[in-house]
């Protein structure tokens, strides 16, 4: 099993410019999750899907919009990037136990 | 609001020496407390929950409701568990996790 992957792994944009963070995992799990990494922050809950066909917002939604397009993947979507957007991106997953959040190996994305 | 802290930015011991990584939360309804590890160059991974009171590695960490503190302690750091750890905070069926800032663990010859 591949668990948790994320395409693509780095990216430089473009203030204005537009792009998706792709997450799929193999995990049967019903839950997922996109996260940012800045420095002295930890990582922020962007937004947050607990079951197909549903998202909700996490602590930092503004400037993003997700898509869980079936148990599998949930993309996350920068509609016009900023510089603060500058971070690293992080899937997770986790199972109906919640216990346990299994993560990707993160997406390193530059808004110059 | 900040849910997690994680005071120390940066902790340096020699190999052998205890450790302790602190940990305070603020929460009003009953936590569900984590910590995770990131070794050097693998993926975020759950070191320990305080529900299953277990050691893992040698580290344990006991929740302190009084105190609202989760530290994670090992009596003898190896050179091996130097890495960045987080605390982490579930909301009630976990739909919510909240990561303090973390701490990198540096452990010495």
């Known amino acids: 099993n591949a668990g948790v992957t994320q395409t693509p792994k780095f990216q430089v944009l473009k203030t204005g410019q537009s792009m998706t963070l792709q997450c799929a995992q193999d995990m049967n799990h019903n839950s997922m999750y996109w996260y940012r990494q800045d420095p002295g922050m930890g990582l922020r809950l962007i937004y947050y899907s607990a079951s197909e066909g549903t998202t909700d917002k996490g602590e930092v939604p503004n400037g993003y919009n997700v898509s869980r397009l079936n148990k599998r993947e949930f993309s996350l979507r920068l509609e016009s990037a900023a510089p603060s957007q500058t971070s690293v991106y992080f899937c997770?997953?986790?199972?109906?136990?919640?216990?346990?959040?299994?993560f990707g190996p993160g997406t390193r994305l530059t808004v110059t | 609001a900040q849910r997690v802290t994680q005071p120390e930015k940066l902790l340096s011991v020699f190999k052998g020496a205890p450790v302790e990584l602190k940990c305070n939360y603020s929460?009003?309804?009953?936590?569900?407390l984590f910590w995770y590890v990131q070794y050097s160059r693998q993926r975020l991974q759950l070191l320990l929950r305080?529900?299953s009171r277990e050691s893992i590695k040698g580290f344990t960490a006991d929740l302190n409701k009084g105190e609202t503190s989760f530290h994670l302690k090992k009596p003898f750091a190896q050179e091996e568990d130097s890495a960045m750890y987080y605390c982490a905070l579930g909301e009630y069926n976990f739909n919510k996790f909240y990561f303090g800032s973390g701490t990198k663990l540096n452990v010495k010859p």
């Open positions: 929460y009003s309804g009953s936590p569900e």
């Open positions: 305080h529900i």
């Open positions: 997770a997953s986790s199972g109906d136990d919640y216990y346990e959040q299994y």
